[in-house]
């Protein structure tokens, strides 16, 4: 099992009750895909830099928002957003925003050209998503890696890869989250 370090810059959301942070190179569309997860009914936490904790107990790894970026989105074309006055017109039940959640579920976004990706997957690779393991501090996060290409609804990718390991998740007894198959 490969580990990689937690980056310090992503997007931090909660997601069916799931805290999900996409990570990705800057420039990749992180904070749009985000805009149209919160139209989805998705709710931010923090855009760019969460700070991160270690709770002891359980042990749990927490991103929190910096006071100064609450509710607050960049998108490149529009500037920034605030995501609290764009959506102040839904039911106030609906949570857009909290200041902090517990991580259990990363996704990093890759660029790819579609047809050069799928040739470079063997049949098993094709079946089979590409799960990673971020480290931070001797908390691990599970976490996959996603393909962007043009015409892939990405946004509906991620909401069923967060249901999916929900559901994987559920079926463990342990405190740690488990996928079914390690790469």
């Known amino acids: 099992m490969t580990m990689l370090q937690l980056p310090s810059h992503g997007v931090l959301l909660k997601l069916h009750n799931i805290g999900i942070y996409l990570i990705g190179d800057s420039g990749i569309g992180k904070s749009e895909i985000a805009l149209q997860l919160i139209h989805q009914g998705a709710c931010l936490i923090c ?16 991103g929190h928002c910096p006071k100064d970026f609450y509710g607050l989105l960049h998108i ?38 579609r047809l050069s990706v799928i040739k470079k997957q063997n049949p098993q690779q ?33 909401k069923t890869a967060v249901m999916q390991f929900s559901a994987l998740s ?8 488990h996928l079914s198959a390690e790469q």
């Open 47 to 62: 855009d760019d830099a969460p700070n991160f904790i270690v709770n002891k107990n359980p042990e749990q790894i927490t």
């Open 76 to 113: 490149h074309d529009l500037g920034i957003i605030n995501i609290m006055e764009i959506f102040s017109s839904d039911p106030p039940e609906r949570e857009i925003f909290k200041p902090s959640q517990t991580i259990h579920f990363i996704i990093e976004l890759v660029a790819a050209d």
């Open 126 to 158: 094709l079946l089979s998503p590409v799960h990673q393991y971020w480290q931070y501090h001797n908390q691990t996060i599970p976490g996959i890696r996603m393909h962007l290409y043009p015409g892939r609804n990405i946004p509906i990718m991620i």
């Open 170 to 177: 559920h079926k463990t007894s342990s405190n740690h989250y």
